[in-house]
């Protein structure tokens, strides 16, 4: 029996949507040559991770055996799956390899960081293969909401595995490849080890639709509006930014972009010739001169992001444009969850200025990017494996996806972050289990999500905060009295005086009545110091607040 395995280890992606990162070896158990498949960031929001700026994974067991990594293959280019690259490339420091469009975007970000673009290697699709160790890995087209998405064959010598990456099976996606049955069929006919499956939309029990769905619907929505028509989607969705852009050239009026990602994505995708036939666009600035009723805005901001163009336009103005009473914005996307509240109050301002807003709610003006349940086992039914893997989304979307391949006859297993898992036998085995975490971007450094730094910042915006400050003499006496700032807190508490004025009190009567051995300790002093000033919020206003001391010494 051979001690080499094929081992399959996701490290963000698997138990969570967003933050993809998966990791494939071969070899004998702990010598494995390694490739990572995509390295994305998830967003982060106001109540569990304050000021963060993304939400990377935390990469540590594979940057210790970085000497062990061939490359880094990214699968396309949403920021869930390509976002983590530049910040992290540094600890790595392996060629990344990516189809056309995303090398264009991993480039832009490489050089954003101050890497070497020319790291970004483009490899062309399916039949072309790269082979890195023991490993021969080929990007196969698949329709998404992006273009150039790929699928990934990725041979060792225990068998194919096809990592899906994220996919839909659209015939007619207007940017970008179609889903080619016979093509995942000519791929699949040598047996399949494993599959490994994107799981995000395996509650939804119809077959996904075309992106080609939706054009009559939004040219009729844009037709029938009398003034000025604003639409947001993903910038990354091109074939939907086309669509949009095209229905508003059937209904006779000029199409802006507003948002920088917007622009940006649209001279990717015309760089790298995956977008064609897109119509002339005006910049603002010419807009002016146009009626408002001809003009039709396709702004960034689908999810509520504060800075972006929709949130603009919802505060009043963005490059000189303007919504107003009796205009229509189109919600042309999903709102991903935990992005509702900032959705909401954009459609609250839109609606305060006499806006109609439309959304995706009746289904006429999005579509989802993702395969469907029926996809799901059309895509088994495709491919035969021996094993099933479920990735890309919560676990209960893994659990489902897990039962589908059960019912089918398929050996499938439930593999979350950190799950190191055996592919090399006829069924899955777990083979390790590894610590995972997150890494933020904060500001302009990182952090690991223990350090403790988010947590305090969440203690302090919840509680409060206190400076305490003392000053001590040579023979180790108060002089004067303490004094507190106070941040975030009530300034009157049950006592009607100043909450200050209290607080001082309290910690002037102790600092009195200390005795000469607590005055000598810095720690004790300032342990006790913390206890009282807390003592004294929590009776005077019922918080406890986060309290520094600083205690200086007259020498």
């Known amino acids: ?257 507003l948002g920088r990602a917007m622009r940006r994505m649209i001279e990717a995708s015309i760089e790298t010739g995956v977008l064609s036939d897109f119509p002339k666009v005006v910049q603002p600035e010419e807009a002016a001169d146009i009626p408002r009723e001809n003009l039709m805005l396709i702004t960034t901001g689908s999810q509520g992001e504060r800075r972006a163009a929709s949130a603009q336009l919802a505060r009043g103005k963005y490059r000189g444009m303007e919504l107003k009473e009796g205009d229509l914005f189109l919600f042309s996307s999903k709102t991903i969850p935990g992005n509702e509240k900032g959705v909401i109050w954009i459609i609250n301002q839109f609606s305060e200025k006499g806006v109609d807003v439309v959304d995706d709610s009746s289904g006429l003006y999005h579509v989802s990017g993702h395969a469907n349940r029926p996809d799901l086992e059309q895509m088994h039914d495709i491919v035969k494996p021996k094993i099933l893997i479920p990735m890309h989304g919560e676990h209960r979307h893994l659990r489902q996806h897990a039962r589908l391949g059960e019912d089918k006859g398929i050996a499938s297993a439930i593999a979350v972050n950190g799950m190191m898992m055996d592919l090399t036998g006829d069924t899955p085995k777990v083979a390790d289990y590894i610590d995972t975490g997150r890494t933020y971007l904060d500001g302009s450094v990182k952090i690991g999500a223990m350090d403790g730094i988010v947590r305090d910042r969440i203690r302090m915006a919840l509680n409060g905060h206190v400076v305490v400050t003392a000053i001590l003499d040579e023979e180790d006496e108060p002089l004067g009295e303490p004094w507190v700032d106070l941040k975030g807190l009530a300034e009157t508490g049950q006592s009607n005086a100043a909450l200050a004025e209290v607080m001082e009190e309290d910690l002037n009567q102790f600092l009195m009545r200390a005795g000469k051995k607590t005055l000598k300790d810095d720690d004790k002093l300032e342990q006790e110091l913390k206890r009282i000033a807390r003592q004294t919020a929590q009776s005077e206003i019922g918080k406890k607040p986060e309290v520094t001391v600083v205690v200086s010494r007259m020498r």
């Open 1 to 257: 029996m051979s001690s080499e395995r094929l081992i399959y280890l996701p490290l963000g992606g698997a138990g969570e949507i967003g933050m993809n990162a998966y990791v494939y070896g071969y070899g004998a158990p702990g010598k494995e040559r390694l490739i990572l498949v995509d390295l994305g960031v998830a967003f982060p929001d106001m109540d569990t991770t304050p000021g963060v700026d993304l939400i990377m994974p935390d990469i540590s067991w594979l940057a210790e055996r970085a000497d062990q990594l061939e490359g880094i293959f990214i699968t396309h280019a949403h920021e869930d799956h390509i976002g983590a690259v530049a910040h992290l490339y540094s600890r790595l420091n392996v060629p990344v390899y990516a189809r056309a469009f995303t090398a264009n975007i991993a480039r832009r970000k490489m050089e954003e960081q101050g890497h070497d673009p020319d790291a970004v290697v483009t490899i062309s699709p399916w039949p072309e293969v790269t082979k890195l160790g023991p490993f021969t890995i080929g990007a196969v087209p698949i329709s998404h909401s992006i273009p150039e998405s790929g699928g990934l064959v990725i041979d060792s010598p225990a068998g194919r595995v096809i990592h899906t990456g994220d996919f839909k099976l659209d015939a007619n996606p207007i940017v970008g490849e179609a889903f080619d049955p016979d093509l995942w069929a000519e791929i699949s006919k040598g047996g399949v080890q494993a599959l490994v499956c994107d799981s995000t939309n395996v509650f939804s029990p119809h077959a996904g639709r075309s992106e080609s769905d939706l054009g009559d619907n939004i040219t009729k929505l844009i037709s029938e509006a009398s003034g000025m028509v604003a639409a947001t989607t993903f910038a990354s969705n091109v074939a939907r930014v086309k669509t949009l852009a095209q229905a508003g050239e059937r209904a006779g009026r000029s199409i802006v972009l």
